[in-house]
């Protein structure tokens, strides 16, 4: 699982950090916060981590271009995850029905959470505080609760010229 992890990192991280957030930093023992999925169920992280990790990852919203690209390049990770015990989690600013809206057009493999009201952005460090959604992080939650790995940042153009050159 650790060069999965690695190469995770590698390769679909967002690049560059914020200086206008302050997130989670690995190590961090979270409190068991509730995710509202975009099917408007509400699911415990302690559940969500039952049977492994949990990769949990924030974008500013289904509008967003890096965004989009971002979640593509989950959608190969959840073959690569797969048998693994994990769980992908994507986390947008937006309202279930405006997820779903653009998921009846686009299908993901892995879940996705609505968090409209900022009650996850802001607890997990990660909501911009001068626009209405959060900064791009991702998060690898233990089964324990505690934050494995902790990343935060943007994609730029460049960051995608140079990663489909490999």
């Known amino acids: 699982m650790e060069n999965i992890i690695q190469e995770l990192m590698v390769n679909i991280i967002d690049l560059g950090v914020s200086k206008k957030i302050s997130p989670l930093q690995a190590g961090h023992l979270l409190e068991d916060k509730t995710v509202l999925l975009s099917s408007k169920r509400e699911v415990k992280i302690s559940d969500l981590v039952k049977s492994g990790p949990l990769l ?35 986390i947008s600013s937006e309202t279930p029905e405006q997820i779903n809206s653009w998921l009846e057009k686009n299908p993901v493999p892995y879940l996705f959470g609505s968090d409209s009201s900022y009650y996850l952005s802001n ?28 990343y935060s940042g943007k994609r730029t153009s460049s960051y995608y010229k140079k990663l489909n050159t490999h």
């Open 123 to 150: 607890y997990f460090g990660v909501k911009r505080k001068e626009k209405p959604f959060a900064q791009a992080a991702t998060f690898m939650i233990d089964s324990d609760l505690s934050v494995l790995l902790a």
């Open 56 to 90: 949990l990852t924030f974008i500013r919203g289904t509008w967003c271009p890096f965004c989009r690209m971002h979640m593509q390049k989950l959608r190969d990770w959840v073959n690569k995850l797969e048998g693994r015990n994990s769980t992908i989690i994507v």
